[in-house]
Protein backbone atom coordinates (compact mmCIF):
# COMPACT_ATOMS: atom_id res chain seq x y z
CA UNK A 1 0.00 0.00 0.00
CA UNK A 2 3.07 2.50 0.97
CA UNK A 3 4.55 1.72 -2.09
CA UNK A 4 1.78 2.39 -4.23
CA UNK A 5 0.99 5.10 -2.86
CA UNK A 6 4.40 6.98 -3.38
CA UNK A 7 3.42 6.20 -7.14
CA UNK A 8 0.35 8.80 -6.89
CA UNK A 9 2.05 11.23 -4.73
CA UNK A 10 5.91 11.15 -6.11
CA UNK A 11 8.28 12.95 -3.55
CA UNK A 12 9.02 16.45 -4.26
CA UNK A 13 12.04 16.77 -6.24
CA UNK A 14 14.13 19.04 -3.82
CA UNK A 15 17.62 18.78 -2.28
CA UNK A 16 17.17 16.64 0.75
CA UNK A 17 18.69 19.10 3.27
CA UNK A 18 16.21 21.87 2.35
CA UNK A 19 14.97 24.24 4.81
CA UNK A 20 11.73 24.91 4.62
CA UNK A 21 10.84 27.31 7.88
CA UNK A 22 13.07 29.67 9.71
CA UNK A 23 12.40 30.73 13.00
CA UNK A 24 14.67 33.72 14.06
CA UNK A 25 14.33 35.38 17.71
CA UNK A 26 11.14 34.46 17.85
CA UNK A 27 9.47 36.01 21.58
CA UNK A 28 6.18 36.70 23.02
CA UNK A 29 5.01 38.32 25.84
CA UNK A 30 1.73 38.58 26.65
CA UNK A 31 0.41 41.50 28.98
CA UNK A 32 -2.68 41.39 30.94
CA UNK A 33 -3.95 42.96 34.39
CA UNK A 34 -1.00 45.65 34.44
CA UNK A 35 1.63 42.79 34.42
CA UNK A 36 3.77 41.34 31.31
CA UNK A 37 4.40 38.07 31.14
CA UNK A 38 7.30 36.50 29.19
CA UNK A 39 5.98 33.50 27.48
CA UNK A 40 8.41 33.00 24.94
CA UNK A 41 12.01 33.88 24.49
CA UNK A 42 14.44 33.52 21.62
CA UNK A 43 13.07 30.92 19.83
CA UNK A 44 15.88 29.71 16.37
CA UNK A 45 14.55 26.89 14.90
CA UNK A 46 15.70 25.70 11.11
CA UNK A 47 13.12 23.14 10.09
CA UNK A 48 14.19 20.67 6.64
CA UNK A 49 11.92 19.78 4.05
CA UNK A 50 10.44 16.29 5.04
CA UNK A 51 11.55 16.59 8.70
CA UNK A 52 9.77 15.32 11.36
CA UNK A 53 10.15 17.63 14.81
CA UNK A 54 8.80 17.27 18.36
CA UNK A 55 8.64 20.42 20.49
CA UNK A 56 8.44 18.53 23.68
CA UNK A 57 7.71 20.43 26.99
CA UNK A 58 5.71 20.57 30.15
CA UNK A 59 2.13 22.13 30.26
CA UNK A 60 2.73 25.83 30.65
CA UNK A 61 6.13 26.08 28.86
CA UNK A 62 4.73 27.86 25.64
CA UNK A 63 4.89 25.30 23.38
CA UNK A 64 1.10 26.20 22.00
CA UNK A 65 1.47 29.23 22.22
CA UNK A 66 4.88 28.67 19.40
CA UNK A 67 2.47 27.08 17.55
CA UNK A 68 -0.13 29.50 17.34
CA UNK A 69 2.45 31.49 16.49
CA UNK A 70 3.74 29.78 13.36
CA UNK A 71 -0.24 29.15 12.30
CA UNK A 72 -0.45 33.00 11.98
CA UNK A 73 -3.00 32.67 14.63
CA UNK A 74 -1.29 35.74 16.72
CA UNK A 75 1.67 37.44 16.25
CA UNK A 76 4.84 37.43 17.97
CA UNK A 77 6.13 40.17 19.97
CA UNK A 78 9.46 40.02 18.28
CA UNK A 79 11.56 37.76 16.11
CA UNK A 80 11.17 36.59 12.08
CA UNK A 81 9.37 33.71 10.66
CA UNK A 82 10.28 32.80 7.55
CA UNK A 83 8.61 30.08 4.92
CA UNK A 84 10.51 29.01 2.14
CA UNK A 85 12.00 32.55 2.48
CA UNK A 86 9.02 34.44 2.81
CA UNK A 87 7.49 36.03 5.83
CA UNK A 88 4.33 34.60 7.45
CA UNK A 89 2.03 36.61 9.51
CA UNK A 90 -1.31 35.30 8.88
CA UNK A 91 -3.12 31.84 8.51
CA UNK A 92 -3.07 29.60 5.63
CA UNK A 93 -3.19 26.64 3.92
CA UNK A 94 0.67 26.21 3.78
CA UNK A 95 0.75 25.96 7.52
CA UNK A 96 -2.45 23.61 8.38
CA UNK A 97 -3.00 22.87 12.23
CA UNK A 98 -4.75 19.94 13.49
CA UNK A 99 -5.89 21.03 16.79
CA UNK A 100 -5.98 19.26 20.69
CA UNK A 101 -9.63 19.95 20.99
CA UNK A 102 -12.30 18.74 18.59
CA UNK A 103 -12.04 21.52 15.73
CA UNK A 104 -14.52 19.70 12.68
CA UNK A 105 -17.51 21.66 11.60
CA UNK A 106 -20.17 19.89 13.32
CA UNK A 107 -22.87 19.99 10.59
CA UNK A 108 -20.80 18.78 7.83
CA UNK A 109 -20.21 14.93 7.48
CA UNK A 110 -16.86 13.54 7.43
CA UNK A 111 -16.57 13.61 3.97
CA UNK A 112 -17.71 17.53 3.62
CA UNK A 113 -15.28 18.08 6.38
CA UNK A 114 -11.98 17.04 4.50
CA UNK A 115 -13.44 18.34 1.37
CA UNK A 116 -13.89 21.88 2.91
CA UNK A 117 -10.55 23.50 2.12
CA UNK A 118 -11.00 22.54 -1.24
CA UNK A 119 -11.71 25.27 -3.68
CA UNK A 120 -12.19 23.35 -7.41
CA UNK A 121 -15.67 23.11 -8.68
CA UNK A 122 -17.04 19.33 -6.63
CA UNK A 123 -17.11 17.30 -9.80
CA UNK A 124 -12.89 17.89 -9.70
CA UNK A 125 -12.24 17.10 -5.79
CA UNK A 126 -14.20 14.00 -5.90
CA UNK A 127 -11.44 11.66 -6.36
CA UNK A 128 -8.79 13.70 -4.06
CA UNK A 129 -11.47 13.16 -1.12
CA UNK A 130 -12.16 9.31 -2.03
CA UNK A 131 -8.34 9.13 -2.16
CA UNK A 132 -7.58 11.04 1.47
CA UNK A 133 -10.78 9.11 2.89
CA UNK A 134 -9.00 6.02 2.34
CA UNK A 135 -5.66 7.01 3.32
CA UNK A 136 -7.14 7.62 7.01
CA UNK A 137 -9.15 4.56 6.82
CA UNK A 138 -12.34 6.16 7.25
CA UNK A 139 -14.15 5.50 3.43
CA UNK A 140 -17.50 3.61 4.80
CA UNK A 141 -18.03 6.53 7.43
CA UNK A 142 -18.36 9.11 4.88
CA UNK A 143 -21.40 10.15 5.45
CA UNK A 144 -21.22 10.32 9.31
CA UNK A 145 -21.38 14.09 11.32
CA UNK A 146 -18.66 14.68 13.72
CA UNK A 147 -20.82 13.47 17.00
CA UNK A 148 -21.79 10.25 15.50
CA UNK A 149 -18.06 8.93 15.77
CA UNK A 150 -15.42 8.17 18.07
CA UNK A 151 -12.22 10.61 19.11
CA UNK A 152 -10.07 8.63 17.05
CA UNK A 153 -11.92 8.77 13.72
CA UNK A 154 -12.57 12.83 14.87
CA UNK A 155 -8.62 13.22 14.53
CA UNK A 156 -8.56 11.28 11.71
CA UNK A 157 -11.13 13.53 9.99
CA UNK A 158 -9.17 16.64 11.18
CA UNK A 159 -5.98 15.01 9.63
CA UNK A 160 -7.26 14.57 6.17
CA UNK A 161 -8.86 17.85 6.11
CA UNK A 162 -5.22 19.23 6.36
CA UNK A 163 -3.48 16.55 4.53
CA UNK A 164 -5.48 17.29 1.33
CA UNK A 165 -4.59 20.99 1.43
CA UNK A 166 -0.92 19.99 0.80
CA UNK A 167 0.87 22.27 3.82
CA UNK A 168 4.20 23.06 3.10
CA UNK A 169 3.79 22.54 6.80
CA UNK A 170 1.77 20.83 9.03
CA UNK A 171 1.36 21.66 12.99
CA UNK A 172 0.04 19.39 15.12
CA UNK A 173 -0.86 20.31 18.98
CA UNK A 174 -0.73 17.53 21.20
CA UNK A 175 -3.06 15.76 18.56
CA UNK A 176 -3.55 12.75 20.17
CA UNK A 177 -3.69 13.90 24.12
CA UNK A 178 -7.19 13.65 24.43
CA UNK A 179 -7.53 9.85 23.37
CA UNK A 180 -6.68 6.10 25.03
CA UNK A 181 -3.57 4.56 24.88
CA UNK A 182 -4.45 2.30 22.30
CA UNK A 183 -5.67 4.51 19.69
CA UNK A 184 -3.11 7.11 20.44
CA UNK A 185 -0.89 4.50 19.11
CA UNK A 186 -2.56 3.71 16.55
CA UNK A 187 -3.15 7.35 15.15
CA UNK A 188 0.80 7.62 16.01
CA UNK A 189 1.99 5.01 13.57
CA UNK A 190 -0.80 6.03 11.07
CA UNK A 191 0.84 9.32 11.16
CA UNK A 192 4.00 8.25 10.68
CA UNK A 193 3.08 6.04 7.63
CA UNK A 194 1.30 8.84 6.17
CA UNK A 195 4.54 10.62 6.46
CA UNK A 196 6.22 8.15 5.18
CA UNK A 197 4.13 8.16 1.90
CA UNK A 198 3.28 11.85 1.92
CA UNK A 199 6.44 13.53 2.50
CA UNK A 200 5.37 16.23 4.85
CA UNK A 201 7.37 18.83 7.38
CA UNK A 202 5.46 18.02 10.49
CA UNK A 203 6.09 20.15 13.58
CA UNK A 204 4.68 18.11 16.42
CA UNK A 205 3.88 19.83 20.28
CA UNK A 206 3.77 17.11 22.82
CA UNK A 207 4.26 16.49 26.64
CA UNK A 208 4.54 12.78 26.44
CA UNK A 209 8.61 11.75 26.11
CA UNK A 210 7.49 8.54 24.47
CA UNK A 211 5.58 9.72 22.06
CA UNK A 212 8.36 12.25 21.24
CA UNK A 213 10.77 9.38 20.92
CA UNK A 214 8.35 7.08 18.75
CA UNK A 215 7.64 10.01 16.35
CA UNK A 216 11.03 12.61 15.95
CA UNK A 217 14.10 13.09 13.80
CA UNK A 218 14.58 15.68 16.25
CA UNK A 219 13.30 16.63 19.71
CA UNK A 220 13.50 20.25 20.75
CA UNK A 221 13.06 20.31 24.64
CA UNK A 222 11.08 23.96 25.68
CA UNK A 223 11.67 25.42 29.50
CA UNK A 224 9.29 27.50 31.12
CA UNK A 225 9.25 30.82 32.46
CA UNK A 226 10.16 32.07 30.26
CA UNK A 227 9.68 29.29 27.25
CA UNK A 228 13.04 28.70 25.43
CA UNK A 229 14.57 26.16 23.75
CA UNK A 230 17.01 24.68 26.00
CA UNK A 231 18.44 21.65 23.99
CA UNK A 232 17.87 19.90 20.70
CA UNK A 233 17.96 16.13 20.50
CA UNK A 234 18.44 14.14 17.09
CA UNK A 235 17.18 11.01 17.26
CA UNK A 236 18.85 8.11 15.70
CA UNK A 237 16.89 5.04 16.34
CA UNK A 238 15.86 3.31 13.00
CA UNK A 239 12.25 3.14 12.17
CA UNK A 240 9.64 1.75 13.37
CA UNK A 241 10.82 2.66 16.60
CA UNK A 242 9.72 -0.08 19.38
CA UNK A 243 8.44 0.98 22.29
CA UNK A 244 9.98 -1.70 24.26
CA UNK A 245 13.44 -2.00 22.67
CA UNK A 246 16.21 -0.83 25.46
CA UNK A 247 17.60 1.72 23.16
CA UNK A 248 14.38 3.36 23.24
CA UNK A 249 13.60 3.30 26.52
CA UNK A 250 16.42 4.85 28.02
CA UNK A 251 16.32 7.65 25.80
CA UNK A 252 12.75 8.09 27.43
CA UNK A 253 14.78 8.16 30.70
CA UNK A 254 17.13 10.30 29.88
CA UNK A 255 14.68 12.87 28.59
CA UNK A 256 12.22 12.91 31.44
CA UNK A 257 14.92 13.13 33.56
CA UNK A 258 15.79 16.11 31.57
CA UNK A 259 12.12 17.69 31.62
CA UNK A 260 12.23 17.13 35.23
CA UNK A 261 15.64 18.89 35.80
CA UNK B 1 -40.11 -6.25 18.59
CA UNK B 2 -41.20 -4.36 15.83
CA UNK B 3 -44.74 -4.88 17.10
CA UNK B 4 -43.42 -2.87 20.30
CA UNK B 5 -41.82 0.23 18.41
CA UNK B 6 -45.08 0.51 15.82
CA UNK B 7 -46.86 0.41 19.42
CA UNK B 8 -44.77 3.01 20.42
CA UNK B 9 -44.30 5.18 17.52
CA UNK B 10 -48.11 5.60 17.25
CA UNK B 11 -48.52 5.92 21.12
CA UNK B 12 -45.66 9.57 20.08
CA UNK B 13 -47.76 10.31 17.38
CA UNK B 14 -50.57 10.97 19.36
CA UNK B 15 -49.34 12.62 22.88
CA UNK B 16 -49.35 16.18 21.22
CA UNK B 17 -52.91 15.61 20.52
CA UNK B 18 -53.86 14.03 23.95
CA UNK B 19 -54.18 18.15 26.14
CA UNK B 20 -56.30 19.63 22.96
CA UNK B 21 -58.34 16.31 22.77
CA UNK B 22 -58.75 16.35 26.95
CA UNK B 23 -59.51 20.52 26.97
CA UNK B 24 -62.25 19.99 24.17
CA UNK B 25 -63.76 17.14 25.83
CA UNK B 26 -64.18 19.53 29.29
CA UNK B 27 -65.20 22.07 27.54
CA UNK B 28 -68.03 19.35 25.69
CA UNK B 29 -69.00 18.31 29.49
CA UNK B 30 -69.07 21.91 30.69
CA UNK B 31 -71.40 23.12 28.00
CA UNK B 32 -73.76 20.08 28.25
CA UNK B 33 -74.11 20.09 31.62
CA UNK B 34 -74.77 23.90 31.76
CA UNK B 35 -71.63 24.52 34.28
CA UNK B 36 -70.77 27.21 32.07
CA UNK B 37 -73.83 28.94 30.49
CA UNK B 38 -73.96 29.13 26.74
CA UNK B 39 -73.39 33.52 26.79
CA UNK B 40 -70.15 32.81 28.50
CA UNK B 41 -68.60 29.66 25.93
CA UNK B 42 -70.96 28.78 23.55
CA UNK B 43 -71.38 24.95 23.02
CA UNK B 44 -68.54 23.64 20.85
CA UNK B 45 -71.25 21.89 18.02
CA UNK B 46 -72.11 25.63 18.05
CA UNK B 47 -68.59 26.72 17.26
CA UNK B 48 -68.03 23.90 15.12
CA UNK B 49 -71.09 25.32 12.99
CA UNK B 50 -70.01 29.08 12.93
CA UNK B 51 -66.77 28.18 11.97
CA UNK B 52 -68.12 26.15 9.33
CA UNK B 53 -70.35 29.19 8.12
CA UNK B 54 -67.61 31.07 8.56
CA UNK B 55 -65.18 29.30 6.18
CA UNK B 56 -67.42 27.62 3.87
CA UNK B 57 -70.78 29.51 3.88
CA UNK B 58 -71.72 31.51 0.47
CA UNK B 59 -71.30 35.37 1.28
CA UNK B 60 -73.89 37.45 1.67
CA UNK B 61 -76.35 34.64 3.35
CA UNK B 62 -75.51 35.10 7.01
CA UNK B 63 -72.83 38.23 8.83
CA UNK B 64 -69.27 36.33 8.66
CA UNK B 65 -70.40 33.48 6.04
CA UNK B 66 -67.48 32.59 3.63
CA UNK B 67 -65.40 35.34 4.67
CA UNK B 68 -62.71 33.73 5.89
CA UNK B 69 -60.38 33.42 2.77
CA UNK B 70 -60.91 37.36 2.47
CA UNK B 71 -59.51 37.57 6.46
CA UNK B 72 -57.36 35.01 6.10
CA UNK B 73 -55.28 36.43 2.70
CA UNK B 74 -55.22 40.12 4.10
CA UNK B 75 -53.89 39.05 7.93
CA UNK B 76 -51.30 36.77 5.89
CA UNK B 77 -50.09 39.43 4.14
CA UNK B 78 -49.67 41.90 7.26
CA UNK B 79 -47.81 38.81 9.03
CA UNK B 80 -45.66 38.14 6.05
CA UNK B 81 -44.77 41.90 5.04
CA UNK B 82 -43.93 42.80 9.17
CA UNK B 83 -42.08 39.22 9.40
CA UNK B 84 -40.07 40.11 6.15
CA UNK B 85 -38.98 43.14 7.37
CA UNK B 86 -38.10 41.98 10.98
CA UNK B 87 -35.90 39.16 9.68
CA UNK B 88 -34.59 41.75 6.74
CA UNK B 89 -33.31 44.01 9.86
CA UNK B 90 -32.76 41.90 12.89
CA UNK B 91 -30.64 39.00 11.33
CA UNK B 92 -28.08 41.52 9.84
CA UNK B 93 -28.78 43.93 13.23
CA UNK B 94 -28.24 40.37 15.74
CA UNK B 95 -24.74 39.47 12.88
CA UNK B 96 -23.13 42.92 13.35
CA UNK B 97 -23.77 43.54 16.99
CA UNK B 98 -22.66 39.74 17.96
CA UNK B 99 -19.76 40.14 15.55
CA UNK B 100 -18.55 43.57 16.65
CA UNK B 101 -18.07 44.96 19.97
CA UNK B 102 -18.59 48.46 18.71
CA UNK B 103 -21.57 47.79 16.77
CA UNK B 104 -23.05 46.37 20.26
CA UNK B 105 -22.28 49.03 22.64
CA UNK B 106 -23.87 51.49 19.47
CA UNK B 107 -27.31 49.53 19.86
CA UNK B 108 -27.56 46.95 22.16
CA UNK B 109 -28.57 49.80 24.66
CA UNK B 110 -31.53 51.51 22.44
CA UNK B 111 -32.68 48.45 21.37
CA UNK B 112 -32.87 46.55 24.77
CA UNK B 113 -35.06 50.00 26.20
CA UNK B 114 -37.12 49.84 23.13
CA UNK B 115 -37.61 46.31 23.96
CA UNK B 116 -39.28 47.14 27.53
CA UNK B 117 -42.05 49.17 25.56
CA UNK B 118 -45.23 47.34 25.27
CA UNK B 119 -46.69 46.96 21.63
CA UNK B 120 -50.04 48.63 22.47
CA UNK B 121 -48.08 51.62 23.66
CA UNK B 122 -47.06 52.19 19.63
CA UNK B 123 -50.28 51.64 18.48
CA UNK B 124 -51.68 54.99 18.92
CA UNK B 125 -48.42 56.84 17.48
CA UNK B 126 -48.21 54.12 14.70
CA UNK B 127 -52.28 55.43 13.76
CA UNK B 128 -50.94 58.49 13.63
CA UNK B 129 -47.87 57.79 11.34
CA UNK B 130 -49.19 55.79 8.95
CA UNK B 131 -52.89 55.58 9.44
CA UNK B 132 -55.66 52.92 9.65
CA UNK B 133 -54.78 49.80 7.73
CA UNK B 134 -51.79 47.84 6.39
CA UNK B 135 -48.96 49.86 7.17
CA UNK B 136 -49.81 50.54 10.72
CA UNK B 137 -50.08 46.52 11.29
CA UNK B 138 -47.21 45.63 9.09
CA UNK B 139 -45.02 48.49 11.63
CA UNK B 140 -46.36 46.54 14.34
CA UNK B 141 -45.71 43.14 13.52
CA UNK B 142 -42.05 44.09 12.20
CA UNK B 143 -41.53 45.63 15.46
CA UNK B 144 -42.34 42.84 17.99
CA UNK B 145 -41.01 40.26 15.55
CA UNK B 146 -37.08 41.92 15.44
CA UNK B 147 -36.11 41.57 19.06
CA UNK B 148 -36.47 38.04 19.25
CA UNK B 149 -34.72 38.32 16.28
CA UNK B 150 -31.84 40.58 16.67
CA UNK B 151 -31.50 38.98 20.18
CA UNK B 152 -30.88 35.43 19.23
CA UNK B 153 -29.02 36.08 16.22
CA UNK B 154 -26.76 38.24 18.17
CA UNK B 155 -26.04 35.93 20.87
CA UNK B 156 -25.70 32.85 18.46
CA UNK B 157 -23.13 33.95 16.14
CA UNK B 158 -21.62 35.94 19.45
CA UNK B 159 -21.29 32.04 20.97
CA UNK B 160 -19.39 30.15 18.25
CA UNK B 161 -16.48 28.48 19.44
CA UNK B 162 -13.66 30.54 17.60
CA UNK B 163 -11.29 27.50 17.07
CA UNK B 164 -14.02 27.35 14.09
CA UNK B 165 -12.77 30.47 12.84
CA UNK B 166 -9.31 29.93 13.29
CA UNK B 167 -9.69 25.70 11.43
CA UNK B 168 -11.58 28.05 8.77
CA UNK B 169 -8.70 30.81 8.61
CA UNK B 170 -5.77 28.08 8.13
CA UNK B 171 -7.80 25.93 5.87
CA UNK B 172 -7.98 29.00 3.64
CA UNK B 173 -11.39 30.28 3.89
CA UNK B 174 -11.86 34.41 3.35
CA UNK B 175 -13.68 35.77 6.10
CA UNK B 176 -16.62 36.69 3.72
CA UNK B 177 -16.48 33.36 2.93
CA UNK B 178 -16.40 32.24 6.24
CA UNK B 179 -19.47 34.02 7.21
CA UNK B 180 -21.59 31.99 5.23
CA UNK B 181 -19.65 28.69 5.66
CA UNK B 182 -19.06 28.85 8.98
CA UNK B 183 -20.37 31.63 11.61
CA UNK B 184 -23.84 31.31 10.19
CA UNK B 185 -24.63 27.45 10.66
CA UNK B 186 -22.26 27.14 13.65
CA UNK B 187 -25.22 29.86 14.69
CA UNK B 188 -28.27 28.30 13.43
CA UNK B 189 -30.49 26.63 15.79
CA UNK B 190 -30.20 29.47 17.65
CA UNK B 191 -31.40 31.74 14.43
CA UNK B 192 -34.00 29.17 14.37
CA UNK B 193 -34.95 29.92 17.46
CA UNK B 194 -34.94 33.87 17.07
CA UNK B 195 -37.04 33.32 14.02
CA UNK B 196 -40.11 31.32 15.82
CA UNK B 197 -40.37 33.39 18.49
CA UNK B 198 -40.64 36.31 16.48
CA UNK B 199 -42.84 34.69 13.71
CA UNK B 200 -44.94 33.42 16.97
CA UNK B 201 -45.13 37.31 18.08
CA UNK B 202 -45.71 38.57 14.74
CA UNK B 203 -49.57 36.95 14.98
CA UNK B 204 -50.11 38.18 18.42
CA UNK B 205 -49.29 41.34 16.93
CA UNK B 206 -51.45 40.97 13.95
CA UNK B 207 -54.72 41.12 16.25
CA UNK B 208 -53.23 44.43 17.97
CA UNK B 209 -52.81 45.93 14.95
CA UNK B 210 -56.04 45.24 12.97
CA UNK B 211 -58.11 45.76 16.27
CA UNK B 212 -58.33 49.19 15.13
CA UNK B 213 -61.16 50.17 11.99
CA UNK B 214 -59.81 47.76 9.66
CA UNK B 215 -62.34 46.17 7.47
CA UNK B 216 -60.80 42.70 7.11
CA UNK B 217 -58.55 40.40 8.79
CA UNK B 218 -58.27 37.91 11.85
CA UNK B 219 -58.09 40.04 14.28
CA UNK B 220 -60.85 42.64 12.72
CA UNK B 221 -63.50 39.49 12.97
CA UNK B 222 -62.80 39.29 16.54
CA UNK B 223 -63.19 43.04 17.13
CA UNK B 224 -66.26 43.20 15.50
CA UNK B 225 -67.45 40.23 16.47
CA UNK B 226 -66.91 41.19 20.15
CA UNK B 227 -69.19 44.72 19.25
CA UNK B 228 -72.16 41.90 18.12
CA UNK B 229 -71.84 40.19 20.88
CA UNK B 230 -70.93 37.13 18.91
CA UNK B 231 -68.90 34.90 21.20
CA UNK B 232 -68.85 32.17 18.92
CA UNK B 233 -67.14 34.15 16.02
CA UNK B 234 -64.63 35.59 18.91
CA UNK B 235 -64.14 31.89 20.10
CA UNK B 236 -63.33 30.78 16.16
CA UNK B 237 -61.38 33.66 15.46
CA UNK B 238 -58.72 32.87 18.33
CA UNK B 239 -58.40 29.19 17.82
CA UNK B 240 -58.02 29.71 14.10
CA UNK B 241 -55.12 32.05 14.88
CA UNK B 242 -54.09 29.20 17.11
CA UNK B 243 -54.16 27.21 14.10
CA UNK B 244 -52.35 29.32 11.91
CA UNK B 245 -49.76 29.66 14.28
CA UNK B 246 -48.78 26.76 14.29
CA UNK B 247 -48.66 25.64 10.97
CA UNK B 248 -46.84 28.52 10.10
CA UNK B 249 -43.92 27.77 12.89
CA UNK B 250 -44.30 24.27 11.30
CA UNK B 251 -43.73 25.39 7.61
CA UNK B 252 -40.90 27.99 9.02
CA UNK B 253 -38.96 25.36 10.73
CA UNK B 254 -39.95 22.96 7.71
CA UNK B 255 -38.57 25.70 5.43
CA UNK B 256 -35.26 26.13 7.23
CA UNK B 257 -34.30 22.09 7.69
CA UNK B 258 -34.77 22.14 4.08
CA UNK B 259 -32.50 25.49 3.13
CA UNK B 260 -29.63 24.66 5.10
CA UNK B 261 -27.55 21.63 6.26
CA UNK B 262 -26.85 23.04 9.26
CA UNK B 263 -30.65 23.73 10.49
CA UNK B 264 -31.31 19.58 9.18
CA UNK B 265 -28.24 18.72 11.25
CA UNK B 266 -27.97 20.36 14.07
CA UNK B 267 -31.28 21.12 15.71
Given at each position: ?261 | ?107 SNTINALRAVPGISWLPLA ?26 TASGVRQVNPIYFQAGAML ?37 GELTGVPNGLGAVIMDARM ?40
Amino acid sequence: MKSRLKLISPAPAAPPRQRILEIRGLSKTFSGAGAFQKVLDGIDVDVVRGEMICILGRSGCGKTTLLNILAGFIPPTAGRLLLDGRPVSRPGPDRCVVFQEDALFPWLTVEENIAFGLRAPQRSLRPEVERFLALVGLTEFRSYLPREISGGMKQRVALARVLILKPAVLLMDEPFAALDAQTREEMQNLLLALWEALNHTILFVTHDVAEAVKMADRILLMDQNPGRIREEIRVGLPRPREKEAGHFLSLCRDLLAKLRG
Amino acid sequence: MSDDTTRRGSLHAAQPWLIPAAMLALWFAASESGAIPAYLLPHPVQISGAAYGYLFGSPGGMPYAGRFWEDFTSSIVRVGLGFGFAVAVGIPAGFFSGRRALVNRLISNTINALRAVPGISWLPLAMVWFGIGLKTTVFLVALAAFFPIYLNTASGVRQVNPIYFQAGAMLGIPPVRGIFTILLPAAMPQIITGLRLGLGIAWAYLVLGELTGVPNGLGAVIMDARMLGRIDMIVVGIILIAVLGRVSDLLLHQFMRFCFKSARRLS
